[in-house]
C-alpha cells in the first residue's frame, strides 16, 4: 500500500494563493479547471495543498488568474535547513483561508468603513475565546 505523501507548508501557502486570487477574480473552480485542463476536484487538491501544482500547471494558472508566477510565492515564510518556519501569524492566516467562514470574514472585514466598528467585532472574537479557552 503507497504511503501517503505529508502536507507541504510550501504546497500549501501557493494552494491558498490561488484560492485567494480565484476567488478575487469571481471564478469558481470549474472555471479554473478548464483554463488548466483537469478537474475542479484537481484544482481543490491544489488550493488545500493536498496536490502539489507543477511549474506548467501554476504558470497556466497565472495566466488564467491575471497574476505573475512570483505572486503565489509571495509571503512565504523563510526556511531554516529544509524547514519552513511560520510565524503564528503566518500560520492563523493561513488556518484562516483554509475555511469558509474565515475566508468570507477576510474578504468582509476590510470592508468596514467604521474603525471602531472594526474594533469592536475584534474584541467580540477575543471575548468568545477567551470564553472558550476559560479565561
Avoid: W
Avoid at 501517503?4 to 472555471?31: I, P
Avoid at 523563510?78 to 474565515?102: I, M, N
Amino acid at each position: 500500500m503507497p504511503r501517503a505523501r505529508k502536507r507541504n507548508a510550501v504546497d500549501e501557502h501557493v494552494g491558498a494563493r490561488v484560492r485567494s486570487r480565484r476567488k478575487s477574480l469571481g471564478m469558481n473552480q470549474s472555471t479554473l479547471a478548464d483554463h488548466l485542463g483537469v478537474t475542479f476536484q484537481m484544482i481543490q487538491r491544489y488550493e488545500y495543498g493536498l496536490c502539489r501544482i507543477s511549474a506548467s500547471t501554476l504558470y497556466v494558472a497565472a495566466i488564467a488568474l491575471e497574476a505573475p508566477v512570483a505572486y503565489f510565492f509571495d509571503g512565504l515564510p523563510e526556511t531554516s535547513g529544509k524547514r519552513l518556519v511560520t510565524s503564528p501569524q503566518e500560520r492563523s492566516s493561513l488556518d484562516l483561508a483554509k475555511t469558509r467562514y474565515g475566508r468570507d470574514l477576510a474578504d468582509l472585514f476590510p470592508r468596514i468603513a467604521h474603525r471602531g466598528t472594526r474594533r469592536a467585532i475584534v474584541e467580540l472574537v477575543r471575548a468568545m475565546v477567551g470564553d472558550q479557552l476559560g479565561m
